[in-house]
């Protein structure tokens, strides 16, 4: 029986950022097929109890930032905790990466998601500005432009409303969210319990 992850995320979530290529790294080690949900995290949160970053008590917002500065040191990754465009609209790159998905496959959405958060958590780029979308479309080898018209079409949309649909029906709270056979597991800092079930351990 084939192993498959459904992998719920927002492209302007900095610990989905922080994990993703270890996660994408993980699956293939493993043989397991990514199941890949862009979501709404708004929605979730309006539904869950979850805060955007700027409702957020000013203590939980001051720790946030050391948390992130240690993850970024200890794993080597670089990441800008505080980046230019941040917060930023994440709906349309979300919608981009599910728009490569349709026409491109998962492994082209993969690339296109990692390329995505690190261009707005390591490079300072603006994913809310549709040129510069494309730009990062191109640099992945997929005409930018044509993405994005792709992206505004009423079957993306579809999609990426079912996916939200879909996360709180599996009561998903937050970014980055793992479901290996049926089991959760919220945040990249869980990937090491994800990898044991995965192995049986």
Known sequence: MSKSCQYYFAPHSPWAYLGHERFVALCRRHGVAIDLRPLDLGKVFATSGGLPLAKRPPQRQAYRLTELA??????????????TYSPVSPEAAAKLIVAARLGHGVEQALALAGAIMRGLWAEDRNIGDEA?????ANDCGVDGAQLLKSSQTASVQAEYDRNTDEAM???????????????????????DFLERAITGQ
């Open 70 to 83: 240690r993850w970024s040191a200890y794993l080597g990754i670089p990441l800008k905790p505080q980046p």
């Open 132 to 136: 510069t979308l494309a730009a990062i």
């Open 169 to 191: 029906a599996a009561s998903v709270f937050g970014s980055p969210w793992y479901v290996y056979q049926g089991e959760s597991f919220w945040g990249q800092d869980r990937l």
